[in-house]
């Protein structure tokens, strides 16, 4: 490993935990696999970047890149926050000479890839839904390595590009892979081990439709022998709790956690979305679903990443109406005979381990040292 010793690998993209965590799965096995690496990340400004990033130690720097909008004055805001951006990255590639970027989707990935790409040096990126974002469609020319978590995207990507794609897996934390007891899981979320456990979630910044669906829900079915653990979003657990309290439901409404190995080491269900970390998470941890996809882009991205999961028999695909009660009438059918049916839910837990990549950040962080290695 003496090609990669003092060396540094820019981690770019953030704005949420679903371009983050697959970013930190990943230097957390470079920094086992090649302790000489030390992996900066140039992140958002947005507080969850902050927020996830601040506690793990590793370093970091905000870009002031901006999320596009369309209209004229978002427009301006974001090619302002653009060129910004680019006299920041391009200082950080002086001052560091990283060996690799490392592009973790989304918008602020793009000016570190495409900078980094022109200097000639290795980048990949990590494309962990089905079908790749804008920013990676975009990027994916300037990449040598595109690490995806499922088979299916290369039916997404032109054929031209095929042939940069390794099917990793979703990076996921080492600790997914050595989950901790069901009993310590629960003690250290407030769980009560003996209770089966449903698990909601809307990812890490919450999703409204979820929150206000369960509630109601869950108070028209039989919930004995099962405790509810509900991951709200920094701006909604009070309200969610409130509703709570309106259907004299008990519920433990936490909002927000990176300690997800625990929480779906403790659960026996989950209603939620389907991001591609979640994903993952789900499948590794062997976690039977009902996924609840993210309904409002354009792509219907999380819609895809449910149906790989749906298909395998992991997962219950319902699509989120967008309406409390809507879905709420839609949910109840399914969430009920699932609660009560033991043998279906294992079933499912088996289909999603089978589909699990509990290995992938190892995957991605090889595919970085060799393209170092290479200097592609």
Same mark, same amino acid.
């Given at each position: ?29 470079? $920094? ?5 690496? $030390? ?23 905000? =870009?002031?890149?901006? +999320?596009?909008? +369309? ?7 974001? /090619?302002?926050? /653009? +060129? ?12 560091? =000479? ?7 989707? %989304?918008?602020?990935?793009? @000016?570190?890839?495409?900078? %980094? ?31 995806? =978590? ?11 590009? $095929? ?62 022998? /099962? ?5 709200? %979003? ?5 309200? @969610? ?11 433990? *409404? ?9 929480? /779906? ?5 989950? *209603? ?30 999380? +819609? ?8 395998? %028999?992991?997962? @219950? ?35 999603? $381990? ?23």
């Amino acid at each position: 490993m003496s090609e990669l010793s003092s060396k540094t690998i820019l981690m770019a993209g953030g704005g949420t935990g679903g371009h983050l965590y697959p970013g930190i799965a990943v230097a957390e096995s470079l $920094r086992r696999i090649a302790p000489e690496l $030390r992996c900066l990340f140039l992140c958002t400004t947005r507080e969850i970047d902050r927020v996830i990033l601040e506690p793990i130690g590793f370093e970091f720097i905000p =870009q002031p890149i901006e +999320r596009p909008h +369309r209209s004229i004055g978002g427009l301006l805001k974001f /090619w302002k926050s /653009w +060129r910004e951006t680019k006299e920041l990255v391009r200082k950080t590639l002086k001052e560091r =000479q990283p060996a690799a970027v490392v592009g973790l989707g %989304g918008y602020a990935a793009g @000016v570190a890839v495409r900078l %980094g790409a022109d200097q000639k040096i290795p980048t990949a990126l990590i494309n962990p839904d089905v079908i790749p974002g804008k920013a990676n469609q975009y990027l994916m020319k300037h990449a040598a390595a595109v690490c995806c =978590q499922f088979e299916e995207t290369r039916e997404h990507v032109s054929s031209s590009r $095929r042939s940069k794609l390794r099917v990793t897996g979703c990076p996921i934390r080492a600790d997914f892979a050595n989950l901790p007891t069901r009993a310590q899981a629960a003690q250290n979320l407030g769980l009560d081990p003996a209770l089966n456990t449903l698990t909601i979630t809307g990812a890490s910044q919450g999703a409204a439709t979820i929150n206000d669906a369960l509630p109601p829900t869950l108070a028209q079915i039989k919930m004995q022998g /099962w405790q509810i653990l509900h991951l709200s %979003g920094r701006s909604h657990a009070e309200a @969610v709790r409130a509703v709570y309290r309106t259907h004299n439901l008990p519920a433990r *409404v936490i909002d927000f956690t990176p300690a997800m190995a625990d929480v /779906w080491a403790a659960s026996d269900l989950a *209603v939620s979305r389907s991001g591609a970390s979640t994903c993952a998470e789900l499948t590794a941890c062997g976690v039977p679903s009902i996924l609840m996809p993210y309904p409002f882009h354009k792509d219907q991205h999380q +819609r895809l990443n449910a149906q790989v999961l749906a298909d395998a %028999g992991a997962a @219950v695909l319902l699509d989120d109406l967008r309406d409390a009660k809507e879905n709420a009438e839609k949910l109840l059918p399914l969430l009920a005979p699932l609660i009560h049916d033991a043998d279906r839910r294992k079933t499912m837990a088996q289909a999603a $381990r089978t589909l699990g990549k509990p290995a992938a950040a190892d995957a991605v962080a090889t595919v970085i040292t060799e393209l170092i290695n290479s200097g592609r």
